[in-house]
Structure formats: C-alpha cells, structure tokens
C-alpha cells in the first residue's frame, strides 16, 4: 500500500493564478479531508469528504473548492492563489467506522504564492 | 477562537528523562482526543488516543492522560529518546469525525 500521496511536493504560484492539489489513497478510505499548517496555527481543516460525491466546509474554505467523484481521490482546487494561502497543505483519510477517528496523512505540499 | 491549545512551543528534555507535553481544551463535547507526531517534511503520524470517558490510555513509552474536569490532557513519554525528537500536535474529535489541532510543541531530547 501506498498510503496517502500527495502531488506536487512543491510549488510556486503567482497571485491570481489557479491549481490542483493532488490527494490519493489506497486503503478505501471513506473519509478524506485537506488541512493547512501555519507557523503559530497548528492544522486547519480545510475541506472534508465522508465519501464519493460528498464533500463539507471546514474551519478555513475560503478560496478553495473540492470535489470527489471517487473514493480514491480528493483534489484541492485554488482558483485565484492569493500570498495569505502560502503553507503546508496536507491531506488526510481515514475509514469511516474507526472509534476514535485516527487518520492517516500524506507528506504534504508546500504551497509559496508571490 | 482556539478550542485547543498547547501553551508551550518548546520543551526541551535529557535522554532518559520523562518528557510531558500538555494541551488544553474548551469544548466539552470531544469524543476523542488524539496525539501526533510530526518530522520535518513528512506528514503528521498517529501516535496514542484516549475516548473522553477514560482517563488514561498507555501504548509501551507513551502515555495519555485525561482530567475532564480541568479540560487537560497531556502526553507522557518514558523514558525519552533522541528518536522522539519531533512536533508533537494534540488533537480532539468532534462528532462526524472533524480533527480539531492545537498548535503544536516541538520536543528535543538531548542524549
């Protein structure tokens, strides 16, 4: 099993431009969300996902979209990067019916906007 | 509004030693509090949890410990290791399975 991979590792945007954040698992995981880490602000669940087609608000949606057309993937969408979404981007999974809502994180991606 | 907090950003420990990280919580309706553990450049990794209606949980050196009536929570390593070197970020859960983080304190465990 691979886990969960996030693509790209890296990447610099200009303000105004758009990309995906890549988000796949392997485990069949229902549940996958996107948080960001910040200096100071620990993880912020951006968006979540409770299985295909479905997908939720977080603490901090603003400026991004989702979607999940299958239980795999779970792509983060910054329409018009802005310097206030230069972090660390993580995704998660979990399944569904664990107790005590353990999940598991890919490596992440650092997001500069210029 | 941080409904979860670790107060301290740093701690510094001798191998060998105890090392315990506190976190703090206001929501009284958590069901589950978790602890991860963070390298540099990799993702955060589970580590230990506790269910809001227990009070302890251990797994070999690390140990949780849960005072609902101080709303705390701290993580007990013994003895420590240079190898626990890390971030190590507090977490609770609330009902539909949202993770709610603190902000994180990075251990160093001198040898």
């Known amino acids: 099993n691979a886990g969960v991979t996030q693509t790209p590792k890296f990447q610099v945007l200009k303000t105004g431009q758009s990309m995906t954040l890549q988000c796949a698992q392997d485990?069949?995981?229902?549940?996958m969300s996107w948080y960001r880490q910040d200096p100071g602000m620990g993880l912020r669940l951006i968006h979540y996902?409770?299985?295909?087609?479905?997908?939720d608000q977080g603490e901090v949606p603003n400026g991004y979209n989702v979607s999940r057309s299958t239980t795999e993937d779970f792509p983060l969408r910054l329409l018009s990067a802005a310097p206030s979404q230069t972090s660390v981007y993580f995704c998660a999974s979990r399944r569904w019916d664990r107790p005590y809502n353990e999940q598991f994180f890919g490596p992440g991606t650092r997001l500069t906007v210029l | 509004d941080q409904q979860v907090k670790q107060n301290s950003p740093s701690l510094s420990v001798q191998e060998g030693r105890i090392s315990i990280l506190n976190c703090d919580y206001t929501n009284s309706m958590f069901d589950y509090f978790l602890w991860y553990k963070k390298y540099p450049a990799e993702g955060p990794t589970f580590l230990i949890s506790?269910?809001?209606?227990?009070d302890k949980n251990e797994d070999g050196r690390f140990t949780v410990f849960l005072n609902k009536s101080a709303k705390h929570l701290s993580l007990h390593i013994v003895p420590s290791q240079p190898g626990d070197s890390a971030v190590y970020f507090c977490?609770?859960?609330?009902?539909?399975?949202?993770?709610?983080f603190g902000q994180g304190t990075e251990l160093s465990v001198k040898p």
């Open positions: 485990m069949n995981h229902e549940y």
């Open positions: 996902s409770v299985g295909a087609g479905i997908t």
């Open positions: 506790i269910s809001s209606i227990k």
């Open positions: 977490a609770a859960s609330v009902e539909g399975g949202k993770l709610i």
